[in-house]
């Protein structure tokens, strides 16, 4: 197998225990979907772009103009991402925190 689809298959891993352990199941976000909106808005964006890459990849090869696309869609996904890390203290302060285990790298000096 391709190394690309590899680290593809195992980010959309990482991102499907993050969604459903974390937020789903420990944070409860839906829930809370009042306090928590900015954080699902950004959720669901990148949901979005997941959808696109991997629901693309078995049908397109991505050249040319088409993987320029292809970059700007993955260059979308790391901004939604970021702002997600900024978005995410705020919004879970009102519901108890971050958990530790999902603090990125950046955040856990902060605890």
Aim: with cysteine.
């Amino acid at each position: 197998m391709n190394p690309v689809l590899k680290l593809l298959a195992i980010q959309g891993l990482l991102g499907a225990f993050d969604t459903l352990y974390y937020h789903e199941w420990r944070a409860k976000l839906p829930g809370a979907y009042k306090i928590a909106a900015p954080e699902l808005r950004l959720h669901t964006a990148r949901d979005f772009i997941y959808t696109i890459i991997f629901g693309t990849l078995p049908f397109l090869e991505w050249h040319g103009l088409s993987a320029g696309v292809h970059c700007a869609v993955l260059c979308s996904e790391i901004v939604i991402t970021l702002a997600a890390f900024a978005v995410e203290p705020k919004v879970r302060l009102q519901l108890g925190g971050v958990p530790a285990g999902e603090k990125t790298p950046m955040r856990l000096w902060e605890s």
